[in-house]
């Protein structure tokens, strides 16, 4: 119990630290948002009356101390450039978003256990440096070039898919999961491969230990230790790195929906910044660094839960 209230502590400090140092960063940078709306050639009269109506012309602590409590009544602002409520342009893009993380994410599991598994209990040398080799390779490509060479060998040389033209799930699930199939892909093999490496070796390590040896003396075959005994173990490490796997993904997929043209919140961030919509990109940033926290705070009690060592200190 303790620990949970230190983790649950820690979390709520860190999430302060970071809705700070968001806002204040998008005060120091150059660019001024009324620039962006009036243009280069208003007055400095309108200028300052715009600023003004955003409030911009008030000390930042003081701004900022508002911002932060109406950001946890739920209300996030408004955009500057839409003129709409940040929250209705967050409730349309981060279903896109949510949807292609939990698809990369069941790619990653489904395709990574039973490769993992095969990879560390095979008994075949040429088999398992095949494994490794592919293992390497894999993890050597980034998301980024994935995507473009995906990008371009699918959708313009093959042209199984139309590059930009976004499919959404309102309009035909299977046509919006069709497209979004390789921006997940794209996202789940770098993972894929170092969720490989690591069930590998855990299930290797696991061979090695004294259960092990027991339970061969007791006349258990292979398959049998396997499955009871070493394949459980294994996945304890494992089940923690899929956990903080799905943070990451929801990072990765800025980078990704620019290459497809995915509507979701990785485009609207991008695009903010260069328009200098602060209160968009500063929910945007405090709910992706809420989400890696949280995940990462439910993956380390799952790891205290599944490791009955650590389950006590609870």
């Known amino acids: 119990m303790k620990l949970v209230l230190k983790k649950t502590a820690s979390l709520i400090i860190t999430l302060f630290i970071v809705s700070l140092l968001a806002f204040l960063a998008f005060q120091i940078i150059p660019g001024d948002p009324t620039t962006k709306i009036l243009g280069t ?42 003129l709409r409520p940040v929250g209705s342009l967050l409730a349309d893009k981060l279903p896109v978003t949510v949807l292609l993380t939990v698809f990369s994410f069941a790619l990653t599991a489904a395709v990574s256990i039973p490769l993992g598994i095969a990879s560390g209990s095979t008994r ?10 592919l293992d390497q390779i894999v993890m050597a490509v980034p998301p980024l070039f994935f995507g473009i060479i995906a990008c371009y060998v699918f959708g313009i040389v093959l042209r199984w898919f139309m590059p930009g033209n ?45 259960y092990v040896l027991t339970a061969q003396s007791r006349g258990l075959s292979r398959g049998k230790i396997l499955l009871r005994h070493v394949f459980r173990n294994a996945m304890i490490p494992v089940v923690t ?74």
């Open 166 to 210: 976004y499919i959404s799930i309102s309009e035909s699930v299977t046509g919006c999961m069709a497209y979004l199939f390789l921006p997940a892909l794209s996202l789940a093999l770098p993972r894929i491969a170092m969720t490989v490496r690591m069930l590998r070796g855990s299930i290797r390590e696991e061979l090695t230990k004294n």
């Open 41 to 82: 050639h208003a007055s400095a009269e309108k200028a300052a009356r715009l600023r003004e109506q955003l409030g911009l012309d008030r000390p930042v602590l003081v701004r900022y101390w508002e911002w932060l409590v109406s950001f946890l009544r739920g209300d996030f602002g408004t955009s500057y450039n839409y």
């Open 241 to 314: 790195f899929l956990a903080v796997s799905a943070a990451e993904i929801m990072t990765g997929t800025i980078i990704i929906e620019q290459v497809f043209t995915i509507p979701g919140i990785g485009r609207l961030l991008v695009s903010s910044i260069g328009n200098r919509d602060f209160p968009v990109v500063q929910a945007i940033v405090v709910l992706l660094a809420a989400w890696i926290m949280i995940v990462n705070f439910a993956a380390d009690m799952l790891n205290h839960w599944m490791d009955p060592r650590l389950r006590d200190e609870v």
């Open 124 to 133: 075949s040398r040429l088999l398992d440096h095949l494994a490794v080799i």
